[in-house]
């Protein structure tokens, strides 16, 4: 931690201690005049996720920032909001903001500890495995921004999107929904029981994996790919490889590039499902909408572009 930040963190706990305080007229004038107007409320975000969240219930006004995650491949917000500053400097430069309310999900928990230490405000929406979660996260951060009403609209719009693609779905006879392997370039995939899974089954897909009894993330092994045979591949994170070079390698096999060229492929891109987040859903519309004239004409297992 740095001298800078120990200071700010000892002149915060000074503060709340209520000692050498001056509460005279003159002591306050001098310090009103000395600090710049600012909105009345707010708000940064410590991490993606949370970004997204963020950015469906705040007016753009109040965003003091977004996270400096925001722009990564994965993230959804940086494209929906190009204009917003990016919190810099880590948690000095969040305390430099002086935010009237700071909003993470699960992965920053020692920069929002640090933050509840110099005094500010900390909501933490929790973990997101499933898009409901991401519902309980909304309602969380609207009742903290007193937007709770529109909360409660993005997660109804959601879930009117999310009953359109299931009626879709459940319309489609079994011969036509397509039986799909996730693939990233590290091999990770998914069975049953994640939101990706969720995600492919409103798509009207049948997760291969799923069927074969495999449960949660799990990661591809070589003698699995040539094993298998499926219709569709849908791929995601190709263009999130920064920083993760040892991880890359399945994909580049030849047994993998040879399945990526025989198969059916639809790349999503990572930031329409980087998280569990109520945004997802239109990683789901994507593929429908690459899909469906392929179900018409009967074409989903054909070879075509990788």
Known sequence: MSAALVLMLAMSAAGTAGTGHDDSPASAASASASIPPMPARRIASLDYCADAHLLALADRAEIAALSSEADAPYAWAGRHAPDLPRLIDGIEGLIGLNPGLVVTTAGHARAADLAERAGLRVV????????????????????????????????????????SLQDRAAALPAKAKPRVLYLTPSGVTTGAGTYVDRLLRLAGLRNLLAERGITGWSRLRLEDVAALHPDLVITSFFAARHGWQESWRLTGHPLARRLLRSARRIPVPAASWGCAGFFAVEAAERIVAELGPRIASGDVGKEGPS
């Open 124 to 163: 933490r929406l929790g973990y997101l495995a499933r898009i409901e979660d991401s519902f309980a996260a909304l309602r969380r951060l609207g009742s903290a921004m007193g937007r709770s009403a529109r909360a409660e609209s993005v997660i109804q719009e959601t879930k009117r999107r999310m009953a």
